[in-house]
């Protein structure tokens, strides 16, 4: 295991997320629902490994750009002011609206983007950008050239219409033009829709691990898990040399 570096240890939302999501389930389907849904939740709660994927930007040459298709559009925010009220209540009041407001305040603070996803003007997901350095301890070494790409969600009513494969594209794109060298993001080992989701992007798969927090230090341990070699040869891409495994 190696230690990693971040911003702060853990956030709140980090923590109480799991806790949130059984209780939002309850208020929309119920207590029979839920209870059939339980052994789920635990599962999730306990389980701290994550699929982890890289992408390296091209140097020196032009990415084509990636067209978003109608009727989406993207807008990129960096401050609360920046906001509309409506956005705002929709983000914060889908989980936790008082973790979620500390949670967002965080991260612009400490210089992180929102990326809006829109379908004909609604507001149908969003996605957060991070350079040079992250909110949590990551579990890979970051550039100061890098980007980190993470809590990406799309709103019930618009899933299944490849929102997310096409904000993150969009996003990709944005960062090629930026200058970016290497852009990282992770997926929670059961997320299988987000998973499939990244499958349609240009990232390529890293590796597994998980995250031990003792004494003020995070410990990463990198773990073999043939699991997700479809994604590896779906991509038909191995882990570079320099990106290597413990």
Not at 31 to 44: D, G, H
Not at 84 to 104: A, G, L
Not at 184 to 212: C, D, M
Not at 214 to 221: I, K
Request: net charge positive; charged share 20%; proline share 6%.
């Amino acid at each position: 295991m190696k230690p990693a570096t971040g911003v702060n240890a853990a956030s709140p939302i980090a923590i109480f997320e799991p806790v949130s999501r059984l209780f939002a389930f309850f208020k929309r389907h119920g207590f029979r629902a839920t209870l059939q849904r339980l052994w789920v939740f635990i599962q999730r709660m306990f389980s701290n490994r994550m699929v982890l994927f890289y992408l390296d930007f091209p140097k020196g040459e032009a990415w084509p750009g990636t067209r978003l298709p109608q009727p989406l559009t993207v807008e990129r925010k960096t401050s609360r002011t920046e906001m509309r009220t409506e956005d705002w209540e929709k983000i914060v009041n889908f989980w936790n609206p008082r973790m979620t407001q500390i949670n967002i305040t965080g991260r612009f603070q400490h210089g992180a983007s929102l990326w809006l996803i829109r379908w004909s003007g609604q507001l149908a997901g969003y996605g957060w950008t991070m350079t040079g350095h992250t909110i949590e301890p990551h579990y890979h070494p970051l550039g100061a050239n890098d980007v980190h790409m993470f809590d990406y969600l799309v709103f019930p009513e618009f899933r299944g219409r490849n929102v997310n494969p096409s904000l993150v594209d969009h996003i990709l794109d944005q960062m090629t033009q930026e200058g970016r060298t290497r852009a990282y993001i992770e997926v929670r080992e059961w997320n299988t829709p987000q998973l499939r989701s990244l499958g349609k992007t240009k990232f390529q798969l890293l590796g597994v691990a998980r995250k031990t927090c003792f004494l003020g230090r995070t410990f990463v341990e990198w773990v073999p898990d043939e699991r997700f070699r479809f994604v590896r040869e779906t991509k038909n891409q191995s882990t570079p040399a320099n990106l290597t495994t413990h």
